[in-house]
């Protein structure tokens, strides 16, 4: 048997993070691996052109990201009003697919790969924590937590109907499990390309 202490909290690592963005409806969600983190109704957004987007979560108090999907970069804005030119921008280190689009015309969509995305999980407050670069890029009332042993967590968002995620802490790694119930020891697990990382 192995005794285990529980982790005061436990962060994964999810780089397989896209944040998909639709000019004609508007429409932006983020996904891990296909799967569903965020529908983006916490996000606002904002077109400047044709080919330059500006978009923020609710929760970001001084600064916005803006999106140019003709040359393909991103800059965190500070020191100017969302929706409005002007601040100072720092280029961010993320990779952007387009499709479609040019200068007067807007695209069909763009991709950003945020690859330093992460979700925190606190066993005693049962608080989750979605970030990308440390920014918090969901709110996170719709997710829930279930211990099954010390170092064994099993999380789901409430939209995933079939299938959750379970985090082992002490081999530190993270399964989906598919065909059982929320937190019990049904299903099939396959090991999802994950680090986890444990605090005591």
């Known amino acids: 048997m192995l005794s285990v202490p529980e982790p005061a909290s436990f962060t994964v690592d ?20 296909g799967t569903m983190l965020s529908d983006g109704k916490d996000w606002k957004l904002c077109k400047m052109k044709a080919n ?57 969509f763009f991709n950003l790969k945020l690859v330093n995305t992460q979700i925190r999980y606190e066993p005693a407050t049962k608080k989750f924590t979605l970030s990308a670069y440390g920014n918090p890029i969901f709110h996170l009332p719709f997710w829930t937590g279930c211990k099954r042993e010390a ?15 379970q985090v082992d802490t002490f081999k530190k790694q993270a399964s989906q499990i598919s065909g059982g119930k929320f937190c019990s020891g049904d299903g099939n697990s396959s090991l999802l390309p994950m680090q986890v990382i444990g605090e005591n």
């Open 151 to 165: 170092h064994i967590y099993q999380i789901r968002f409430t939209t995933w109907e079939n299938f959750f995620w």
């Open 14 to 33: 999810m780089p397989d993070t896209i944040l998909t963005f639709e000019p004609a409806t508007y429409g932006l969600k983020i996904t891990c691996l």
């Open 52 to 108: 330059l987007y500006q978009i923020k979560h609710v929760s970001w108090s001084d600064f916005f990201w803006e999106i140019d999907s003709y040359e393909k970069a991103a800059w965190e804005v500070k020191g100017a009003n969302f929706c409005k030119q002007g601040g100072k921008a720092r280029k961010l280190d993320i990779k952007i697919d387009v499709k479609g689009g040019s200068l007067t015309i807007p695209p069909a």
